[in-house]
């Protein structure tokens, strides 16, 4: 079984910082490309930074500047820092991830179970 654990949200005031982290866990070959996505209320769940297994990275315009993605693939875990934080950031951040269990396995793509960031004004 495979699973993504973030961690890391909470409440901010603006102008603040957080970082968030997805740790991969369970029987897992390799990984592939790390995103992070955020999904505010009333919204459709948005792409806000991600990372290819070389260390590639993209990132929402919106974030540019202020939101870092980086992974350690020994420790399986991707991270995001999230600078100078705006209101419109609130939302639940996911972590999704490409992974192959096993040598002979298809590429499989998984989420975490999200974790809330509220920033206030």
């Known amino acids: 079984q495979v699973q993504l654990v973030e961690s890391g949200g909470g409440l901010v005031q603006a102008g603040g910082s957080l970082r968030l982290s997805c740790a991969a866990s369970g029987s897992i070959f390799s990984i592939g490309d790390m995103d992070w996505y955020r999904q505010a209320p009333g919204n459709v769940r948005e792409l806000v930074a991600g990372?290819?297994?070389?260390?590639?990275?993209n990132y929402a315009d919106s974030v540019k500047g202020r939101f870092t993605i980086s992974r350690d693939n020994a420790k399986r875990t991707v991270y995001l820092q999230m600078n100078s934080l705006r209101p419109e950031d609130t939302a639940v951040y996911y972590c999704n991830a490409d992974i192959r269990r096993t040598w002979s396995d298809n590429t499989n793509n998984y989420w975490g179970q999200g974790t809330q960031v509220t920033v206030s004004s």
């Open positions: 990372i290819t297994s070389g260390g590639s990275t």
